[in-house]
């Protein structure tokens, strides 16, 4: 039987919650230890089902870890024997791709299952292919696999991203690190996981510039070292428990935060009419008494509005004061949590791309099914608010990207439950 999660709504949320590491800052991380020749020590690593499928992917290529209680782990990369990321692993979870770059840079050869159909659009690996073949890769792509290979190494060059990737930017400065020579990336992507990525792999004596600009300057080394990295925190899993106090009329404190990573975020909140107070690493949300109001999104890449915060943004507008528009640029099917918000009486109409949202006084619960990740936490937004009671099945969705979601908001007062 799959887990569900049964909420009754109508409770305003209140009280502290503490926010985990980024799942899509520990992802790229986690495969960049294929590159270092000695132990690394990295902190603040989420517990999630994405970042076990990357350790059983990684440790199927021979990496070693040790797990302490607060999520440190100790990998040992000094052993690794295999190139090959199998379809079984790399089908449950795209960013598997990310290991292309490390491997064909480490060991001259990778062999990389494509990644396939995925809910939330075609979502093709094109870029990070035509990349590699920039750094000198020979690559066939035959029977559903990426085959690589580099026998004398890959050779710094500049390339061009024609759209704006994140794992596409990541993959190529993993490659770029150990190859001969200077990388340039023109158009890469901006993201605070990217910034992350390099803050990391310099730490092990990388020499990466310009990361959180869209021109990023690898200059090759020979190998890399030992080291310890803190994860930064996830924006979208604090992105989101903001929405569920706002929804709620709640009053609510997330500790351990990165607000700057969140400007994009945080000023739609304050349009939507939420008090935001920012100190150190905290963030306080004070919603109490308010209905929020309908904003506009257009979601784009960083700094702009991240399309992985869409489907909770649908949740506020849904049951926010007005109407709205929200318009998806980066993915072309990622409105799957409509029709389910829809059944829960939610006033909203898909014109292509485009959302047109008017905010209803109730929704009301009702048995839905959770399709991607953030659509399921958007559901699970809409539960918090919606009379009686909602049951999200398929929550394996949600496991891949949110740390003890039902336990987190439980804490704030949430009547949440999981069931299977
Ligand atoms: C990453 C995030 C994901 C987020 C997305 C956009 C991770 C592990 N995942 O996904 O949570 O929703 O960024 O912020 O960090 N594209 C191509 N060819 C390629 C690669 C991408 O056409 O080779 C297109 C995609 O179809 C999409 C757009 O580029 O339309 C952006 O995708 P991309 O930034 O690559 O997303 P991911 O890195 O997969």
Do not use: W
Request: proline residues 4%; charged residues 20%; glycine residues 10%.
């Amino acid at each position: 039987m799959m887990d569900k999660l049964i909420i009754n709504g109508g409770r305003s949320l209140e009280g502290e919650v503490s926010i985990s590491g980024a799942k899509n800052a520990a992802l790229p991380i986690l495969a960049a230890t294929l590159l270092a020749s000695e132990q690394v020590i990295i902190h603040n690593v989420p517990h999630l089902q994405d970042i076990t499928t990357m350790m059983e992917l990684i440790g199927g290529m021979g990496v070693s870890f040790i797990v302490d209680d607060k999520m440190t782990l100790e990998v040992n990369p000094k052993e690794v024997f295999g190139h090959i990321a199998p379809y079984d692993l790399v089908k449950t979870m795209r960013a598997s791709i990310l290991v292309l770059g490390p491997l064909l840079t480490k060991f001259g050869k990778a062999e990389v299952s494509l990644p396939g159909g995925c809910a939330i659009g075609s979502r093709p690996v094109d870029l990070h292919i035509s990349g590699m073949r920039a750094l000198g890769a020979n690559i066939n792509v035959e029977n559903g696999y990426i085959y690589a290979s580099a026998p004398n190494g890959l050779k710094g060059a500049e390339y061009t991203f024609d759209i704006i990737s994140v794992t596409g930017t990541e993959n190529l400065i993993m490659a770029a690190v150990l190859a001969q020579g200077v990388t340039q990336l023109n158009n890469a992507a901006k993201e605070p996981e990217v910034v992350d990525l390099a803050n990391f792999l310099n730490t092990l004596g990388a020499k990466i510039k310009g990361a959180g600009t869209d021109t990023i300057i690898i200059e090759g080394v020979t190998d890399l070292k030992s080291g310890e990295y803190t994860v930064m925190p996830d924006r979208i899993e604090a992105g989101t428990f903001l929405i569920a106090a706002s929804i709620t009329s709640g009053h609510i404190k997330l500790k351990n935060t990165y607000a700057q990573s969140m400007t994009a975020i945080l000023e739609k909140l304050e349009a939507s009419g939420a008090g935001l107070n920012i100190s150190h690493n905290d963030i306080e949300i004070n919603c109490k008494q308010k209905r929020p109001k309908a904003v506009n999104i257009i979601t784009s890449p960083y700094p702009a509005f991240p399309t992985d915060m869409q489907a909770q943004f649908m949740s506020l507008n849904a049951v926010a004061e007005g109407t709205s528009e929200i318009v998806e640029t980066i993915f072309e099917n990622r409105f799957m949590h409509v029709q389910e918000l829809q059944r829960m009486g939610a006033n909203i109409k898909l014109h292509g791309n485009t959302a047109v949202c008017t905010g209803v006084e109730k929704l009301t619960g009702a048995p839905v099914m959770a399709t991607d990740l953030r659509a399921s936490a958007g559901l699970v937004l809409a539960g918090l608010v919606a009379d009686g009671e909602t049951i999200v099945d398929r929550i394996y969705h949600i496991d891949r990207g949110y740390e003890r979601i039902e336990e987190k908001l439980a804490q704030l007062g949430a009547s949440i439950r999981r069931a299977n």
